[in-house]
């Protein structure tokens, strides 16, 4: 069974620009949650799906920050426009129920320049 | 609240040696789990341990649990350079499913 992959693995982006991350959890997963860890600091919460549907999004640090899950599949975390402090590593997990455990990605590792 | 909190936050040994970390959480979980992160990478599930078990190994991770003091600990047996990454948990499962970690702890393996 394939588990949660992220694409890209690394992103070099400059001050300004827009970046797209994906994240397609395992199959049959309806709930889907991102994560990121700035540099030194905690792994932190960001958002979760169920299905399409966005339950909680109080970990989105600001309104440059957009996740989609349209079709109630892959993910989409947007970031537009970028700026230096979003460097980071993004994670996305996955779980059958959000009582369960949840299987993370290998994450994509943003770099604003 | 955070639901996985290091300790200690950086730890330096020899190869060869074993390593112990341990973490501390603070509601109710159904299961625990420990991460590690390389350096610039992804994060890779190393072992997860549930609320009724006390002891679990996996190759050289031993990790205990002792839900009445809401902690947990991994030891990692005779260390290499490879070990070197920062090593994260979080409990989880139940009502918890927003996981919050800590800042992880930082395990230097010199060879």
């Known amino acids: 069974e394939a588990g949660v992959t992220q694409f890209p693995s690394h992103s070099v982006i400059e001050k300004g620009q827009t970046v797209t991350l994906r994240c397609d959890p395992i199959s049959g997963h309806d709930n889907l949650y991102w994560y990121r860890r700035v540099m030194g600091k905690e792994i932190k919460f960001l958002l979760h799906f169920v299905k399409e549907s966005k339950q909680d999004e109080s970990g989105m640090p600001n309104n440059r920050f957009l996740a989609e899950r349209t079709g109630g599949t892959y993910s989409t975390l947007k970031v537009q426009p970028a700026e230096l402090e979003d460097s980071g590593v993004y994670f996305c997990?996955?779980?059958?129920?959000?009582?369960?455990?949840?299987?993370f990605g290998p994450g994509t590792r943003l770099t604003v320049t | 609240s955070q639901q996985g909190e290091e300790d200690p936050q950086a730890l330096s040994i020899q190869e060869g040696e074993n390593a112990t970390m341990n973490c501390s959480y603070k509601?109710?979980?159904?299961?625990l789990q420990w991460y590690r992160q390389n350096s610039g990478r992804g994060l890779v599930h190393l072992i997860l341990i549930r609320s009724n078990e006390r002891e679990k190994h996996s190759g050289r991770l031993r990790v205990t649990l002792d839900t009445s003091k809401k902690s947990s600990s991994l030891l990692i047996t005779a260390s290499r350079a490879a070990d070197t990454a920062s090593y994260f948990c979080h409990g989880g499962g139940g009502s918890n499913y927003k996981l919050t970690f800590g800042k992880g702890t930082l395990l230097t393996v010199n060879p």
């Open positions: 997990a996955s779980s059958l129920d959000r009582a369960l455990e949840q299987y």
């Open positions: 509601t109710s979980i159904n299961n």
